[in-house]
């Protein structure tokens, strides 16, 4: 419910396993000092992913409106273009596409038929591919991870939509709800997924309806705690929300 829980969390989260292959030395990080100083911060604006739904504008007004909330207590903030290409999109479909098609083969034949229809309908194709296509997509996430972090190079730390819409009907699969194009809604988190760049989703206000907005806060490799701290200086910045709903 506030920054704060989610840096409890990482005290336990970032302790070491040697299980885990891809750990890192355990560092000592203060994890709970979250108080961070805005004044000067270089801020970017990342409003156009170049592919995918077309931000919402409930959810772009309510992205600038914390911009602006960000540069009245002295940061600087500049628009970031457009950085990934529906090339970087497609081309990762095709890999995971097969590599969930794989995994689902692996499966019997009654576990199979449990999965979503959406999803299988979406994986099935992967039989369909070729293993160049598969390979040039799979080289489209060293692709984005490079422009990705190029594009973020010269800030401190980057605002965005956590998702261009805030919701979608229950009975449907995804946003789109179409198998041909299910990554549509997650044009925003991708590139700094695929980057391994950390982010933070935090709400940022309500549509008309009461949905909630996620605000985007992704800073550089291995900046998780500043992530935090920048997270927690706009919860001090937007104010107490509604009461929790018991």
Known sequence: RKVS???WLMTVLTRPDWRDTMSLPYQSIPWLQLERKVRGLKIGLHLDAGWGLAVEPETRAAIEAAARAFEAVGAVVEPIPAFCTR????????FWRMRSYLDMMAL?????????????????T????????????????????EAAVAACQPYDYVLSPTSPVPSFPAEWAGPTNDPAQPF???????????SEQPA????CGFTRSGLPIG????????DDLGVMQIAHAWEQLRGAEPAWPF
């Open 200 to 203: 933070a989703s935090v709400n």
């Open 108 to 124: 019997p034949a009654e576990r199979r038929e449990k999965i979503l229809p959406y999803i299988r309908e979406w994986v099935a």
């Open 126 to 145: 992967g039989a369909t591919l070729s293993a160049a296509e598969v390979f040039t997509g799979y080289s489209q996430m060293g692709a984005l991870r």
């Open 215 to 222: 605000l985007q806060i992704a800073g550089h490799r291995h």
């Open 184 to 194: 549509e809604h997650i044009a925003f988190t991708l590139p700094y997924n695929m």
């Open 87 to 94: 090339a970087m999109a497609d081309g990762m479909d095709r």
């Open 5 to 7: 829980d989610s840096a």
